[in-house]
């Protein structure tokens, strides 16, 4: 099983920056998919999530941390086994290693992170 990020890197504080997490390894269209970020000194926190297939209409459903709302947006490729974070005007605060995370039950996956700097 592997989850791979990518897409980070330093960015002005307004910029913008697009995470790329690829899955493999297991079901990814079922997964339920989430962004987590730690920043330094701080506990990981969670970011975002996307719900997977689950038979019913909620595939798809995205929930956000009330600091980002409006700001990222999280979305999925289940034909690239891929889930993206969008994230536009970006703030200082919002600088952190992010993470990518697949609830596939009944294990949970992480990936290994990528490093979002946002300064000016």
């Known amino acids: 099983v592997q989850l791979v990020e990518s897409g980070g890197g330093l960015v002005q504080p307004g910029g913008s920056l697009r995470l790329s997490c690829a899955g493999s390894g297991f079901t990814f269209s079922s997964a339920l998919m989430r962004w987590y970020r730690q920043a330094p000194g701080a506990e990981r926190e969670w970011v975002a999530q996307i719900l997977g297939t689950d038979g019913t209409t909620n595939y798809g459903t995205t929930t956000y941390k009330d600091s980002v709302k409006g700001r990222f947006t999280i979305s999925r490729d289940n034909a690239k086994n891929t889930v993206y974070l969008q994230m536009n005007n970006l703030k200082p605060e919002d600088t952190a290693v992010y993470y990518c995370?697949?609830?596939?039950?009944?294990?949970?996956?992480w990936g290994q992170g990528t490093q979002v700097t946002v300064s000016s």
């Open positions: 995370n697949a609830i596939s039950l009944p294990a949970t996956y």
